[in-house]
C-alpha cells in the first residue's frame, strides 16, 4: 500500500502562485497513475490534474494553462504548481493514486488518497 501526504497548501490573493507536493512511501509508485482531485463542503471530489507513469499529462479545461503536475520518481513526489489563481480554485486538494490504463478522471478508480491540503484564493 502507498501512503500519501500532500503539503503547500495556503493562503493567497487571486492571481498568485501556490506549489502543492504530494509526498508517497511505502512502495514505489513509479509505475502508477498520479492525480489530484479538490473537493469544496457540499459537492463531489472534482479531478484537476493527472500524471502517467512516463509524465503525460491530463488537466481538467478550467485549470489548462494556469497548472502544472509533475512528478518525480526517485523521490516518490508529485507536484502541482498552480499559477494565475482565482476565487473558484479554492478547495480542498487531494493527490491520488490509480494504476496505468484506468480512467484517470474517475475518483472511485484511485485506491490511495491523501488527507488533503486546503487552498484558499482570496479576491
Known amino acids: 500500500q502507498v501512503n500519501l501526504v500532500e503539503s503547500g497548501g495556503g493562503l493567497v490573493q487571486a492571481g498568485g502562485s501556490l506549489r502543492l507536493s504530494c509526498a508517497a512511501s511505502?512502495?514505489?509508485?513509479?509505475?502508477?497513475?498520479m492525480g489530484w482531485f479538490r473537493q469544496a463542503p457540499g459537492k463531489e471530489r472534482e479531478f484537476v490534474a493527472a500524471?502517467?507513469?512516463?509524465?503525460?499529462?491530463y488537466y481538467t479545461d478550467s485549470v489548462k494553462g494556469r497548472f502544472t503536475i509533475s512528478r518525480d520518481n526517485a523521490k516518490n513526489t508529485v507536484g502541482l504548481q498552480m499559477n494565475s489563481l482565482k476565487p473558484e480554485d479554492t478547495d480542498l486538494y487531494y493527490c491520488?493514486?490509480?494504476?496505468?490504463?484506468?480512467?484517470?478522471?474517475?475518483?472511485?478508480?484511485?485506491?490511495?488518497w491523501g488527507q488533503g491540503t486546503q487552498v484558499t484564493v482570496s479576491a
Open positions: 511505502g512502495r514505489t509508485f513509479s509505475s502508477d497513475t
Open positions: 491520488a493514486a490509480t494504476r496505468p490504463s484506468m480512467l484517470i478522471w474517475v475518483s472511485a478508480n484511485y485506491y490511495a
Open positions: 500524471i502517467t507513469w512516463n509524465s503525460g499529462t
